[in-house]
């Protein structure tokens, strides 16, 4: 059988390719693969990663099929379908290679129905746990990506009274005081906002494959994150 596997990150630079195409035995599970790719990489060992079947989490029992994609995904960015039933129209979701305005998204959700718009913007900081940040740089599997993050905003949609959510998120790198994610939700009330915002920006950080490298004051740079959150 056949087999697409896509490559991330440090994974990405181990394996020294974004992409290949491999022939694989029938029955093989992705444990099996795992085995057969840090055996081949044995740098791969050392990087903690989850595989993405066909744009779904999957473990390591899970048998492969013939045309089968395979992603495999490291620690994403944060750390320590589009969905349906009328709320597809008030969410607005995408990634951007440049600076990120929030005001035309503030314009963007705001009606005459809603007393409340609260915009957050996540902003590259100078330190992290002790070390000086000069940039950041964000790359993702946009496919599965922008699948996930639209299916977590129209699950908040639908669980609180929010009037539209528009959001955008940066990729490449992000200077030092930019915006690598602006997230903005109007609501009749405040509370709903808050909450929102919340939850969201927690489940963007636990479970989208957004990847995140951090270059160093003085030289040096690292993938930053932990393992998504899987079923």
Known sequence: MRVTLLYF????????????????????????LRA??????PAMATVPFVFARNQEYAGNEELLADADEVALVPAISGGS???????????????TQGPIDPRPLEEEVLSDEDGAVLSFLGVTRNHHEGKGVETLSYEC??????KQMLAILHEVMEAKEL????????????????ASVVLTISAPHRG?????????????????????K???TGGGEHWVGDLPATP
């Open 192 to 212: 709903p906002c808050f909450e929102a915002v919340a939850e969201i920006m927690d489940r963007l950080k636990q479970e989208v494959p957004i990847f995140k």
């Open 81 to 95: 379908g589009e969905g349906g039933g009328g709320t597809a129209e008030r969410i607005s979701f995408d990634f």
């Open 214 to 216: 951090e270059f160093l």
């Open 163 to 178: 009037g539209k959510i528009a959001m955008r998120h940066r990729l490449g790198e992000v200077p030092i005081g930019e």
């Open 36 to 41: 057969r790719l840090t055996q081949k990489w």
């Open 141 to 146: 599997f946009e496919g599965m990506a922008r």
């Open 9 to 32: 990150a440090s994974l990405r630079e181990i394996a020294g390719m974004e992409k290949e195409e491999v022939e694989l035995e029938q029955g093989m599970s992705l444990g099996d």
